[in-house]
């Protein structure tokens, strides 16, 4: 009893960070979910069921699960949020070679992101 109120603890706690995850734009959603996943699968399958069908996290385990592909309305938001971000940032730093940092890591993410937006996604299956 014990293992599965630490198993349930855990994945409230990696729940709490899976929505700080899809609110903020540098940290991850989909690996803290993935973990809660898991640990209410070994604590308790009702939360693991409220988990993976929920219409906020549920798509991010899914697709996680099914290739990891992204929707491709999300990816596009998380490519404008990440631009507006980087580029705000380049604009207040003085130093050039951290702007151009910058904007080489943001264009690598938005890439990155593209290519994972493409195929079928968990909404198509």
Same mark, same amino acid.
């Given at each position: 009893?014990? /293992?599965?109120?630490?198993?349930? @603890?855990?994945?409230?706690?990696?729940?709490?960070?899976?929505? =700080?995850? $899809?609110?903020?734009?540098?940290?991850?959603?989909?690996?803290?979910?993935?973990?809660?996943?898991?640990?209410? @699968? +070994?604590?308790?399958?009702? =939360?693991?069921?409220?988990?993976? /069908?929920?219409?906020?996290?549920?798509?991010? %385990?899914?697709?996680?699960?099914?290739?990891?592909?992204?929707?491709?309305?999300? @990816?596009?938001? /998380?490519?404008? !949020?990440?631009? $507006?971000?980087?580029?705000?940032?380049?604009?207040? !730093?003085?130093?050039?070679?951290?702007?151009?940092? =910058?904007? !080489?890591? @943001?264009?690598?993410?938005? %890439?990155?992101?593209? +290519?994972?937006?493409?195929?079928?996604? !968990?909404?198509?299956?």
């Amino acid at each position: 009893m014990i /293992t599965r109120v630490l198993f349930a @603890a855990g994945g409230l706690v990696c729940v709490g960070l899976g929505v =700080l995850g $899809i609110l903020l734009p540098g940290l991850p959603a989909t690996p803290f979910l993935l973990v809660a996943a898991y640990c209410f @699968a +070994r604590s308790f399958p009702s =939360l693991h069921n409220w988990l993976v /069908t929920h219409r906020w996290f549920g798509p991010y %385990i899914r697709g996680a699960r099914a290739g990891w592909r992204i929707p491709r309305r999300q @990816a596009l938001q /998380t490519i404008a !949020v990440l631009w $507006i971000s980087m580029g705000v940032s380049a604009w207040l !730093v003085d130093r050039w070679w951290v702007r151009v940092l =910058l904007l !080489v890591i @943001a264009a690598g993410v938005s %890439i990155f992101l593209e +290519r994972r937006s493409r195929g079928r996604t !968990v909404e198509q299956s």
